[in-house]
């Protein structure tokens, strides 16, 4: 190990790092250092609890302070290293026997004579306390314990200081890790210990901004690793959270004010086109609708690129209040594009444009990988300047279907993008306004996070005559019950939706297939026309089953998730979802969703699962069964599963989150954006010398794309 190490020295320059170890954590991504020792414990275990062994209980966890008496193989009905050990202080005192399985190595680390530190839980047979494979450590010093295990081999050995070391493993607050690259958690807790070890106390990473000066980076390290108390491990951290918030939310405010610095095109000059498609339709906006369509308005309506986000649970009419944003783009001399992640609702957006703008002439055009369709007699070609709607799938990546003199970018269900998708539809302009729509609602600490240089509008009521769905909890055993229920919806002319987990049996899990509930319900149902729609379908064969459903031809669709997102149809009024709890809480409110778009006073979404109380799959059911608002569903499902399984990370731009408590903290991201915010202001162009790490920073990720969408 050298003296001085740093954050940056590459594993294979550390002397005490094997070779085959270091190779194989070079596999697993860590190269450095400082890749060690940001990857941080799972848990803790507390090891502190050292009575004698006279004091020891059945099935208590105890570390003990152990000398070995006696130490051999041993046999029964397998082989086995036994050692007999007790109080160093009383050599005629109780003894415990330690036993490792399976674990051969553990004979050349132990002797007879060594001084150990023992940790495991206590079983006793025939009235002796034992341990089985416990963890250990020799207290002697190093010399010491390789001397005594040298003589238990029968090598000639010479005297040895005496001397007890620290504990890595017992006596303490231990981490424990998960295994990473073939490497047991011992192994790696050995290799922390080792580099925080041989770290100078005031060393941090080269080329780095400190937001937290005051607690060093060392020792805020030997806290998040070995902490002397849980309180030193929580504002440990605290602080590497703190760290990575402010990276993350420094690059917002970065891209927020580089965003309203630079100039853009007015796209919202006149409006008849908007107040003709408002005078035909049958009902009025809602609140929320026109509070969001004059905050967008006001957004096109200055020489500044538009970046807002409208978030609106379902059914609260986000589609309509981007149309009305489009017709404004168009008005001005402008192309509008709006790009879905599937073919189906690409289509679906397309067919609604066209029966809403029927009576004005405006031009749609409909670009995806499989179809090119306009309401003119040419399709427009990417040279075609006139301004017109475009509406298309991620085919308008692509230069042939990529719009000309584009206005107005709106980006549907945007956490199906990746972010250089979005990246290279918004470059094709010059600085077109940005409108990202989702329909799946975010808590409000994501909200900060993900879309921090976002302005927001929110759609939180739902337009007048939409149903009222009522949600039940059932386990399979009352099919009998609801087969007769289900018979009486059909004969009233319904139609059902039925969702399972998976697409085909698996013999990896009992969870319900597609395939397998629809020979079941077939069963079930006998003569009742049905649909089977999912992921490995072709894109004509979707269409043509989500067709024959939408024109009720099928009364019942048996499908897997591929419906979350998908064809309105209002006549669908029940939804049953096998195996509910292996579902996310705000994927089971997207396809509830699919249900209660119609003009039927009550439709019902009934969740089978044998889920017991107690578990988190049914306390998330009966979140469902309670409440039909998104926003506290969101809420909810972040608490359940925490933000490191919320975020998608490959769609949001988050990217690795090391420290992702952060995510969850409002105080946090507050104190990371007004710093953030103070730095901006004494420095906007970040000249200063202190500020190079943030210059590198912002450029770094202004390279790569921005690492928070």
């Not at 294979?12 to 990857?39: I, S, Y």
């Not at 509070?291 to 308005?297: D, L």
């Not at 017109?388 to 990529?402: E, F, I, P, S």
């Not at 990896?508 to 089977?532: K, N």
Request: glycine share 6%; proline share 6%; net charge neutral.
């Amino acid at each position: 190990m050298p003296q001085e190490l740093r954050f940056s020295t590459h594993l294979a320059e550390v002397a005490d790092v094997p070779p085959a170890l270091e190779r194989r954590l070079q596999a697993a991504g860590l190269q450095t250092v400082q890749d060690v020792l940001l990857r941080t414990p799972r848990r803790y275990e507390d090891r502190r609890n050292c009575p004698q062994i006279s004091e020891l209980a059945e099935g208590e966890a105890a570390t003990l302070q152990l000398h070995v008496y006696a130490a051999g193989w041993k046999y029964s009905h397998t082989r086995y290293f036994q050692a007999s050990a007790g109080a160093a202080e009383h050599p005629e005192g109780p003894r415990i026997l330690l036993r490792w399985f399976n674990m051969p190595y553990v004979a050349k680390l132990l002797a007879t004579g060594m001084n150990i530190s023992a940790y495991g839980k206590v079983r006793y047979y025939a009235g002796i306390p034992t341990m089985a494979n416990p963890e250990f450590e020799v207290t002697d010093d190093e010399e010491a314990g390789q001397q005594l295990a040298e003589a238990a081999l029968g090598n000639p050995v010479s005297h040895a200081s005496s001397g007890p070391s620290e504990t890595v493993h017992t006596a303490r607050i231990v981490p424990i890790y998960r295994a990473v690259g073939g490497v047991l958690p011992r192994r790696y807790r050995e290799l922390v210990w080792q580099l925080l070890s041989a770290l100078p106390p005031d060393a941090r990473p080269e080329g780095e901004y400190d937001i937290a000066p005051s607690y060093p980076w060392v020792l805020a390290l030997r806290d998040l690793h070995f902490p002397e108390s849980e309180e030193a491990a929580r504002k440990a951290r605290l602080r590497f959270s703190l760290r990575e918030c402010f990276a993350r939310q420094f690059c917002v405010a970065w891209r927020r004010r580089q965003a309203r610095a630079e100039g853009g095109q007015v796209t919202a000059t006149t409006d008849a086109y908007l107040h003709e498609l408002l005078d035909s339709l049958p009902f009025s906006l809602t609140a929320a609708q026109q509070r969001s369509v004059q905050e967008i308005r006001a957004d096109m309506a200055v020489p500044r690129p538009m970046n807002r986000l409208l978030q609106g649970d379902v059914g609260s009419g986000k589609t309509l209040v981007a149309l009305c944003a489009m017709l404004l783009a168009l008005e001005s001399g402008k192309t509008a594009a709006l790009m879905a992640p599937t073919q189906i609702l690409a289509e679906q957006h397309y067919k609604n444009f066209r029966r809403l703008l029927a009576h004005t002439d405006v031009r749609l055009s409909l670009r995806t990988s499989d179809r090119a369709e306009s309401d003119t007699e040419a399709l427009p070609e990417s040279c075609d300047t006139e301004p017109h709607l475009v509406v298309g799938t991620h085919a308008l990546l692509y230069k042939k279907n990529r719009p000309v003199n584009l206005g107005l970018v709106v980006i549907d269900e945007q956490h199906k993008f990746g972010v250089a998708q979005r990246a290279r539809l918004i470059d094709a302009g010059e600085r077109p306004d940005v409108l990202v729509m989702t329909a799946t609602p975010i808590p409000r600490t994501l909200t900060l996070t993900l879309y921090g240089d976002l302005d927001v509008s929110v759609l939180d009521e739902l337009p007048a005559g939409r149903g009222r769905v009522l949600t039940v909890l059932r386990t399979p055993k009352a099919l009998p019950k609801i087969v007769p229920f289900l018979q009486k919806e059909l004969e009233a002319g319904r139609q059902v939706y039925i969702v399972a987990p998976l697409v085909e049996e698996s013999e990896a899990t009992d969870r319900a297939s597609a395939i397998g509930a629809l020979e079941a319900w077939q069963h079930r149902l006998p003569g009742v026309p049905m649909g089977l729609l999912h992921g490995r379908l072709s894109a004509e064969e979707k269409e043509c089953v989500m067709q024959n459903f939408h024109a009720n031809r099928s009364s019942v669709l048996v499908a897997t998730t591929v419906v979350e997102v998908g064809v309105d149809v209002p006549n669908a009024s029940v939804m049953i979802i096998h195996d509910a709890d292996s579902f996310g809480l705000s994927q089971l409110h997207q396809l509830r969703g699919r249900i209660g778009r119609g003009q039927h006073a009550k439709s019902y979404c009934i969740l089978l699962s044998d889920a017991k109380p107690g578990e988190t799959g049914r306390e998330k059911l009966d979140i469902l069964c309670r409440t039909q608002n998104g926003f506290e569903i969101a809420e909810e499902d972040f608490r359940l599963r925490g933000p490191g399984d919320v975020l998608g990370t490959a769609q949001s731009g988050l990217g690795a989150v090391q420290f992702p408590d952060w995510i969850s903290d409002m105080r946090l991201i507050h104190r990371a954006n007004r710093d953030a915010e103070r730095i901006l202001n004494a420095d906007p162009h970040l000249l200063r010398p202190e500020h190079a790490p943030l210059l590198a920073l912002v450029q770094q990720q202004s390279g790569e794309g921005a690492i928070v969408s």
